[in-house]
């Protein structure tokens, strides 16, 4: 299979969809890998590095894009990339659809396939190709928060951990998958005050469990945790729903009971936010206040730390990267029920349930697919 990578076009989107050595798996594998010129610079991965496992060298966009069946990417095209596409490609990338239908018309209109990092699944129930990100997220959500809680920012002047006879900050984390629990890790480290709200008992007592005491945790509802963000300093937004937009679980009138100069930190901002008051920042501008309320909702934490994030992601995507390359996309997902869920658009359709229903658009089960699929 003719493979392409283009060179990411999100603004200050460092990562890249293969790394070399990914790409001479799949040269050893009798593919062909087309790879933009300078596509992993950022990231620190030179042409010469490609050009040494057998890629070839593209030198624009439109070369890769002409000169491929399956375009692996990592953020999700953007209208000029959309504008690329073609009923013959095969497109495996982050989508976060949902809340983005002009994302949405574009990759219908294109006719494209289409299979989003974020649904695929695992055995476990797990979203493998999500995981890496959410890792790095949560660590990162950390020393955001502590930079933006720094008076130098506009934050409330206090460091996380306090120091001996001064009180650490409250940190409030909702959602205890693995951005949240992540993202708890880094702040116990710290020192910090922890509470991680979920819904799960049983992820509750996991977590109990696995932190021995030094973080608390709290079941969620609308009523704890009103009252919890009143006296928290730091609240990091780490819910997610597969496929689907985020519930808005802070109001804009809630955040008048916070402490001036707080930090909310929104990592489920690819699925449209968890805080009614968040909109999508970047590295460049990523922190913006509302009601003396810190927001940093940049949208792509992750691609600050390429080299780290690129071969996370790799790690996880390569043996579906494989799979595609070796079988033919729709083969590969009528042999693997987990890569069916990542199914997202098909020859002008939406082809996953969630994404039709928060976009209005009607869900359309193509009709060579034979497995069964969430």
Known sequence: ????????????????????????????????????????VNSGFANEAYVSVGAQIAPDADAVFAGSELIVKVKEPQP???????????????????????????????GCLAIAYETVTDSEGGLPLLRPMS??????SM???????????????????????????KVI???????????????????????????????????????????????????????AIKDADLVIGAVLIPGASAPKLISRAQLKTMKPGAVLVDIAIDQGGCFETSHATTHE??????????HYCVANMPGAVPRTSTYALNNATLPFVMQ?????ARAAINSDRHLANGL??????????????DLGEPYVRPDWLNVAFT
């Not at 087309?34 to 992993?40: I, Y």
């Not at 501008?285 to 810190?294: E, S």
Request: cysteine-free; charged content about 20%.
């Open 324 to 328: 595609i390359a070796n079988k033919g």
């Open 1 to 40: 299979m003719r493979i392409g990578v283009p060179t990411e076009i999100k603004k200050q989107e460092s990562r890249v969809g293969l790394t070399p050595e990914s790409v001479g798996e799949l040269v050893r594998g009798g593919h062909e890998v087309l790879v933009q010129s300078g596509a992993g």
């Open 285 to 294: 501008d990523p922190i913006y206040d509302v009601d003396g309320i810190l």
């Open 344 to 357: 997202t658009v098909d020859r002008g359709t939406i082809a996953h349930k969630l994404v039709a229903r």
């Open 80 to 110: 000029e990339e959309t504008a690329r596409l073609t009923p013959n490609h095969t497109l495996f990338t982050y989508l976060h659809l949902a809340p983005d239908p002009v994302q949405a018309k574009g990759l219908m209109k294109s």
């Open 143 to 169: 020393q955001v928060a502590a930079w933006a809680l720094m008076r130098t920012k506009r934050g409330r002047g206090i460091l996380l951990g306090g120091v001996p006879g001064v009180a650490p900050s």
């Open 135 to 140: 890792q790095v997220a949560g660590r990162m």
């Open 173 to 227: 984390i909702i959602g205890g998958g693995v951005s949240g629990t992540h993202a708890a890790e880094i702040a116990v480290g710290m020192r910090a005050d922890v509470t991680v709200f979920d819904r799960n008992n049983i992820r509750l007592s996991q977590l109990d469990e696995q932190f021995r005491g030094s973080l608390k945790t709290m079941y969620s509802t609308a009523h704890s945790l009103a009252e």
